[in-house]
Protein backbone atom coordinates (compact mmCIF):
# COMPACT_ATOMS: atom_id res chain seq x y z
CA UNK A 1 0.00 0.00 0.00
CA UNK A 2 1.50 3.33 -1.03
CA UNK A 3 1.43 5.89 1.62
CA UNK A 4 1.56 9.69 0.76
CA UNK A 5 4.70 11.40 2.31
CA UNK A 6 1.95 14.12 3.60
CA UNK A 7 4.96 14.97 6.23
CA UNK A 8 6.15 17.48 3.51
CA UNK A 9 3.45 19.83 4.63
CA UNK A 10 5.35 20.22 8.14
CA UNK A 11 7.37 23.07 6.53
CA UNK A 12 5.51 26.37 6.36
CA UNK A 13 6.27 27.23 2.54
CA UNK A 14 4.63 23.84 1.61
CA UNK A 15 1.90 24.94 3.81
CA UNK A 16 1.85 27.90 1.89
CA UNK A 17 1.84 26.54 -1.64
CA UNK A 18 -1.17 24.03 -0.28
CA UNK A 19 -3.12 27.00 0.59
CA UNK A 20 -2.25 29.27 -2.20
CA UNK A 21 -3.18 26.42 -4.91
CA UNK A 22 -6.76 25.46 -2.95
CA UNK A 23 -7.42 29.11 -3.23
CA UNK A 24 -6.90 29.29 -6.35
CA UNK A 25 -8.75 26.50 -7.15
CA UNK A 26 -11.88 27.73 -5.80
CA UNK A 27 -11.33 31.06 -7.86
CA UNK A 28 -10.62 29.24 -10.80
CA UNK A 29 -13.72 26.62 -10.40
CA UNK A 30 -16.09 29.97 -10.57
CA UNK A 31 -14.73 32.20 -12.51
CA UNK A 32 -13.15 28.82 -15.55
CA UNK A 33 -16.44 28.19 -16.47
CA UNK A 34 -17.57 32.25 -17.35
CA UNK A 35 -14.31 31.87 -19.66
CA UNK A 36 -15.25 28.38 -21.46
CA UNK A 37 -19.01 29.43 -21.95
CA UNK A 38 -17.91 33.40 -23.18
CA UNK A 39 -15.40 31.43 -25.57
CA UNK A 40 -12.71 33.96 -23.99
CA UNK A 41 -9.81 31.88 -23.42
CA UNK A 42 -7.78 33.74 -25.86
CA UNK A 43 -8.46 36.96 -24.01
CA UNK A 44 -7.87 35.46 -20.83
CA UNK A 45 -4.47 33.94 -22.32
CA UNK A 46 -3.65 38.12 -23.46
CA UNK A 47 -4.01 38.95 -20.30
CA UNK A 48 -2.16 36.96 -18.96
CA UNK A 49 0.97 37.99 -21.05
CA UNK A 50 0.04 41.67 -20.95
CA UNK A 51 0.38 41.20 -16.81
CA UNK A 52 3.74 40.24 -16.87
CA UNK A 53 4.49 44.21 -17.43
CA UNK A 54 3.21 45.07 -14.30
CA UNK A 55 4.94 42.59 -12.63
CA UNK A 56 8.15 43.65 -14.20
CA UNK A 57 7.60 47.07 -12.86
CA UNK A 58 6.65 46.16 -9.46
CA UNK A 59 9.67 43.95 -9.45
CA UNK A 60 11.79 47.33 -10.81
CA UNK A 61 10.54 49.39 -8.06
CA UNK A 62 11.17 47.12 -5.26
CA UNK A 63 7.38 46.48 -4.68
CA UNK A 64 5.08 44.06 -4.57
CA UNK A 65 4.67 42.27 -8.23
CA UNK A 66 2.08 40.29 -7.50
CA UNK A 67 -0.09 43.51 -6.66
CA UNK A 68 1.45 45.62 -10.00
CA UNK A 69 0.30 42.01 -11.87
CA UNK A 70 -3.30 43.01 -10.73
CA UNK A 71 -3.38 46.64 -11.47
CA UNK A 72 -2.13 45.67 -14.69
CA UNK A 73 -4.26 43.14 -16.15
CA UNK A 74 -7.35 45.19 -14.83
CA UNK A 75 -5.93 47.98 -16.92
CA UNK A 76 -5.58 45.15 -19.94
CA UNK A 77 -9.16 43.86 -19.77
CA UNK A 78 -10.12 47.36 -19.99
CA UNK A 79 -8.47 48.21 -22.45
CA UNK A 80 -9.31 45.28 -24.43
CA UNK A 81 -13.24 45.31 -23.55
CA UNK A 82 -13.04 49.06 -24.59
CA UNK A 83 -10.60 49.57 -27.84
CA UNK A 84 -12.63 46.21 -29.13
CA UNK A 85 -15.85 47.36 -28.71
CA UNK A 86 -15.20 50.21 -31.58
CA UNK A 87 -15.65 48.91 -35.13
CA UNK A 88 -12.25 49.61 -36.59
CA UNK A 89 -10.38 47.40 -34.13
CA UNK A 90 -11.43 43.74 -34.00
CA UNK A 91 -11.13 41.76 -30.50
CA UNK A 92 -8.25 39.62 -31.33
CA UNK A 93 -5.61 42.50 -32.56
CA UNK A 94 -6.69 44.55 -29.58
CA UNK A 95 -5.49 41.70 -27.27
CA UNK A 96 -2.60 40.70 -29.72
CA UNK A 97 -1.36 44.76 -28.92
CA UNK A 98 -1.64 44.29 -25.29
CA UNK A 99 -0.05 40.96 -25.40
CA UNK A 100 2.75 42.49 -27.23
CA UNK A 101 2.94 45.72 -25.22
CA UNK A 102 3.04 44.12 -21.74
CA UNK A 103 5.75 41.02 -22.45
CA UNK A 104 7.37 43.48 -23.96
CA UNK A 105 7.95 45.84 -20.83
CA UNK A 106 7.75 43.45 -18.35
CA UNK A 107 11.04 42.08 -19.80
CA UNK A 108 12.09 45.65 -20.10
CA UNK A 109 11.87 46.20 -16.54
CA UNK A 110 13.13 42.97 -15.15
CA UNK A 111 16.67 43.12 -17.32
CA UNK A 112 17.06 46.04 -15.78
CA UNK A 113 16.77 44.74 -12.42
CA UNK A 114 19.00 42.23 -10.68
CA UNK A 115 18.20 38.65 -10.77
CA UNK A 116 16.46 38.91 -14.09
CA UNK A 117 16.96 35.04 -14.92
CA UNK A 118 15.92 33.68 -11.87
CA UNK A 119 13.07 35.68 -11.73
CA UNK A 120 11.77 36.15 -15.11
CA UNK A 121 11.87 31.75 -15.52
CA UNK A 122 9.74 31.63 -11.82
CA UNK A 123 6.98 34.51 -13.70
CA UNK A 124 7.32 32.29 -17.25
CA UNK A 125 6.70 28.87 -15.44
CA UNK A 126 5.41 29.57 -11.56
CA UNK A 127 6.73 28.64 -8.57
CA UNK A 128 4.51 27.71 -6.29
CA UNK A 129 6.88 27.11 -3.63
CA UNK A 130 7.78 30.23 -3.33
CA UNK A 131 4.31 31.67 -2.97
CA UNK A 132 4.81 33.98 0.60
CA UNK A 133 2.06 34.58 3.23
CA UNK A 134 1.54 37.72 2.01
CA UNK A 135 0.91 36.55 -1.14
CA UNK A 136 -1.81 33.85 0.10
CA UNK A 137 -4.08 36.61 1.82
CA UNK A 138 -3.93 38.25 -1.27
CA UNK A 139 -5.20 35.62 -3.49
CA UNK A 140 -8.10 35.08 -0.41
CA UNK A 141 -8.87 38.68 -0.97
CA UNK A 142 -9.04 38.12 -4.32
CA UNK A 143 -11.09 35.26 -4.28
CA UNK A 144 -13.86 36.03 -1.69
CA UNK A 145 -14.50 39.49 -3.82
CA UNK A 146 -14.78 37.43 -7.26
CA UNK A 147 -17.30 34.68 -5.17
CA UNK A 148 -19.40 37.69 -4.01
CA UNK A 149 -19.58 39.10 -7.52
CA UNK A 150 -20.96 36.08 -8.82
CA UNK A 151 -22.89 35.75 -6.05
CA UNK A 152 -24.70 39.12 -6.26
CA UNK A 153 -25.10 38.26 -10.57
CA UNK A 154 -25.25 35.26 -10.57
CA UNK A 155 -28.41 35.59 -12.69
CA UNK A 156 -26.85 38.69 -15.03
CA UNK A 157 -23.87 36.87 -15.71
CA UNK A 158 -25.73 33.47 -16.84
CA UNK A 159 -27.99 35.51 -19.23
CA UNK A 160 -24.56 36.89 -20.34
CA UNK A 161 -23.05 33.34 -20.88
CA UNK A 162 -25.83 31.81 -22.61
CA UNK A 163 -27.96 34.76 -24.28
CA UNK A 164 -26.20 37.89 -24.39
CA UNK A 165 -28.97 39.68 -26.93
CA UNK A 166 -32.23 38.65 -25.07
CA UNK A 167 -30.21 39.87 -22.11
CA UNK A 168 -29.63 43.01 -24.38
CA UNK A 169 -33.68 42.64 -24.98
CA UNK A 170 -34.26 43.07 -21.27
CA UNK A 171 -32.37 45.70 -20.74
CA UNK A 172 -29.24 44.08 -18.98
CA UNK A 173 -25.85 46.51 -19.78
CA UNK A 174 -24.32 43.40 -21.42
CA UNK A 175 -21.16 45.56 -22.27
CA UNK A 176 -20.53 46.69 -18.47
CA UNK A 177 -21.44 42.95 -17.20
CA UNK A 178 -18.84 41.63 -19.69
CA UNK A 179 -16.38 44.18 -18.78
CA UNK A 180 -16.58 43.41 -15.49
CA UNK A 181 -15.97 39.19 -16.17
CA UNK A 182 -13.04 40.46 -18.10
CA UNK A 183 -11.94 42.16 -14.97
CA UNK A 184 -12.49 39.45 -12.37
CA UNK A 185 -10.73 36.55 -14.89
CA UNK A 186 -7.72 39.47 -14.72
CA UNK A 187 -7.47 39.00 -11.16
CA UNK A 188 -7.91 35.19 -11.36
CA UNK A 189 -5.07 35.06 -14.12
CA UNK A 190 -2.95 36.75 -11.90
CA UNK A 191 -2.93 34.59 -9.03
CA UNK A 192 -2.40 31.41 -11.40
CA UNK A 193 0.81 33.25 -12.99
CA UNK A 194 2.32 32.92 -9.17
CA UNK A 195 0.93 29.19 -9.12
CA UNK A 196 1.76 28.16 -12.74
CA UNK A 197 3.55 30.68 -14.48
CA UNK A 198 2.19 33.06 -17.46
CA UNK A 199 2.91 30.34 -19.89
CA UNK A 200 0.52 27.53 -18.44
CA UNK A 201 -2.03 29.59 -16.57
CA UNK A 202 -4.77 28.94 -19.38
CA UNK A 203 -4.86 25.11 -18.65
CA UNK A 204 -5.62 25.62 -14.81
CA UNK A 205 -8.00 28.18 -16.01
CA UNK A 206 -9.97 25.48 -17.93
CA UNK A 207 -8.81 22.17 -17.97
CA UNK A 208 -10.97 21.32 -14.69
CA UNK A 209 -14.15 23.58 -15.82
CA UNK A 210 -13.97 21.41 -19.13
CA UNK A 211 -13.87 18.10 -17.18
CA UNK A 212 -16.37 19.33 -14.77
CA UNK A 213 -18.63 20.18 -17.70
CA UNK A 214 -18.59 16.82 -19.35
CA UNK A 215 -19.96 15.27 -16.48
CA UNK A 216 -22.19 17.05 -14.73
CA UNK A 217 -24.96 18.90 -16.27
CA UNK A 218 -26.36 22.43 -13.46
CA UNK A 219 -24.17 24.96 -13.90
CA UNK A 220 -23.56 25.27 -9.88
CA UNK A 221 -22.71 21.41 -10.23
CA UNK A 222 -19.93 22.38 -12.82
CA UNK A 223 -18.84 25.04 -10.58
CA UNK A 224 -18.52 22.82 -7.94
CA UNK A 225 -17.12 20.00 -9.23
CA UNK A 226 -14.07 22.18 -10.97
CA UNK A 227 -13.10 23.31 -7.59
CA UNK A 228 -13.10 19.98 -6.31
CA UNK A 229 -11.10 18.55 -9.68
CA UNK A 230 -8.37 21.83 -9.09
CA UNK A 231 -7.88 21.22 -5.67
CA UNK A 232 -7.30 17.51 -6.20
CA UNK A 233 -4.62 18.77 -9.30
CA UNK A 234 -3.04 20.99 -6.98
CA UNK A 235 -2.43 18.47 -3.93
CA UNK A 236 -1.44 15.60 -6.41
CA UNK A 237 0.30 17.93 -8.22
CA UNK A 238 2.36 19.03 -5.17
CA UNK A 239 3.24 15.43 -4.07
CA UNK A 240 4.38 13.97 -7.18
CA UNK A 241 6.71 17.52 -7.47
CA UNK A 242 8.08 16.33 -4.25
CA UNK A 243 8.76 12.44 -4.84
CA UNK A 244 10.25 12.91 -8.23
CA UNK A 245 11.86 16.86 -7.65
CA UNK A 246 10.48 18.47 -10.64
CA UNK A 247 9.01 21.40 -10.93
CA UNK A 248 5.42 21.90 -9.07
CA UNK A 249 3.29 24.05 -11.64
CA UNK A 250 4.13 21.88 -14.42
CA UNK A 251 3.09 18.44 -12.74
CA UNK A 252 0.06 20.10 -11.39
CA UNK A 253 -0.32 21.51 -15.18
CA UNK A 254 0.32 17.63 -16.11
CA UNK A 255 -1.75 15.63 -13.25
CA UNK A 256 -4.75 18.13 -15.00
CA UNK A 257 -3.83 17.75 -18.29
CA UNK A 258 -3.73 13.76 -18.05
CA UNK A 259 -7.07 13.73 -16.16
CA UNK A 260 -8.74 15.54 -19.30
CA UNK A 261 -7.90 13.12 -21.99
CA UNK A 262 -8.91 10.22 -19.41
CA UNK A 263 -11.96 11.98 -19.01
CA UNK A 264 -12.51 12.38 -22.88
CA UNK A 265 -11.21 8.66 -23.85
CA UNK A 266 -13.76 7.41 -21.13
CA UNK A 267 -16.42 9.75 -22.55
CA UNK A 268 -18.83 8.96 -25.25
Not at 55 to 72: Q, T
Not at 107 to 124: H, N, P, T, V
Not at 182 to 195: D, N, T
Not at 243 to 252: F, H, N, Y
Amino acid sequence: MIELPLDIFQYEFMRSALAAGLAASVLCGVIGIYVILNRIVFISDGIAHAAFGGIGLGYFLGLDPLAFGVCSALVTAAGIGMVSSRQRVSEDTAIGVFLATGMALGIMFMSLSKGYARDLYGYLFGDILAVTRSDVLLILALTSVVLIVVYLLYKEFLILSFDPVYGEAMGLPVQSLRLLLLCMVASSVVVLIKIVGIIMVIALLTIPGAISRQRLKSLPGIMAGSVLLGSIFVFVGLIVSYLLDVPSGATIILTASLAFFISTLAGR
